[in-house]
Nanobody, 127 residues
């Protein structure tokens, strides 16, 4: 099966920045949307950002809007998450996901419609 690989997690001070990257291994597969989710201990998985592969449209929840930016490199099938002005509450394991289900065009914020997931990368924001 297709596999996603993530890089870029780490420890950063509040107000700082990190950039995460994610790319599939092996052959290219059909993807309509790629996104980022995060999960903190004791909390449910939360939608962070999504990008439609066709036109590059991006989507964010209010919690990260204006601070996080998702982008893509079509040639490398790579997606990035630039995180600025990080807050303590951003601390979580961040997961890259890809959706081969066309329904993700509409339900891009729902993890149900993402088929492939990265292993997760820890982002820790300190005071």
């Amino acid at each position: 099966q297709a596999q996603l690989v993530e890089f870029g997690g780490g420890l950063v001070q509040a107000g700082g920045s990190l950039r995460l990257s994610c790319a599939p291994t092996g052959r290219t597969f059909t993807k309509y949307v790629m996104g980022w989710f995060r999960q903190a201990p004791g909390k449910e998985r939360e939608f962070v950002a999504a990008i439609k592969w066709s036109d590059g449209s991006t989507y964010y929840p209010d919690s990260v809007k204006g601070r996080f930016t998702i982008s893509r490199d079509n040639a490398k099938n790579t997606v990035f998450l630039q995180m600025n002005s990080l807050k303590l509450e951003d601390t979580a394991v961040y997961y890259c996901a890809a959706a081969s289900n066309y329904r993700a065009h509409v339900y891009y914020a729902s993890s149900i419609y993402y088929d492939y997931w990265g292993q997760g990368t820890q982002v820790t924001v300190s005071s």
